[in-house]
């Protein structure tokens, strides 16, 4: 059974930093791209950010370049999301998602395996 399963969400003030992980288990972690995508109350899910196999190529949104960074761990099974200079309007559920293929793809439905999200709160 594929499962993945973010962990780190938390209450975090503005201009704080915050480090998301999801723990992958069921699939060939290492063979896989994932992706982080965040959904705020009432908003369409927007996609962060997504990483190759072996870490080497990434694809982050206009909006966090510069300020979050993916990254993963094969030998963990377990990908990240290094979020810093967090902002009120970046509240959201995280999630992260697994696809076979690495396509660098931004759109939600390219991905085949999702974890239940992460709540992510920044105070003002």
């Known amino acids: 059974q594929v499962q993945l399963v973010e962990s780190g969400g938390r209450l975090v003030q503005a201009g704080g930093s915050l480090r998301l992980s999801c723990a992958a288990s069921g699939v060939a972690f290492s063979t896989y791209a994932m992706a982080w995508f965040r959904q705020a109350p009432g908003k369409e899910r927007e996609f962060v950010g997504t990483?190759?196999?072996?870490?080497?190529?990434?694809v982050y949104s206009d909006s966090v370049k510069g300020r979050f960074t993916i990254s993963r761990d094969n030998a963990k099974n377990t990908v990240y999301l290094q979020m810093n200079s967090l902002k009120p309007e970046e509240t959201a559920v995280y999630y992260c998602?697994?696809?076979?293929?690495?396509?660098?793809?931004?759109?939600?439905?390219?991905?085949?395996?999702w974890g239940q999200g992460t709540q992510v709160t920044v105070s003002s």
């Open positions: 998602a697994a696809r076979k293929t690495y396509s660098g793809s931004a759109f939600y439905g390219d991905y085949d395996y």
């Open positions: 990483i190759s196999w072996r870490g080497i190529s990434t």
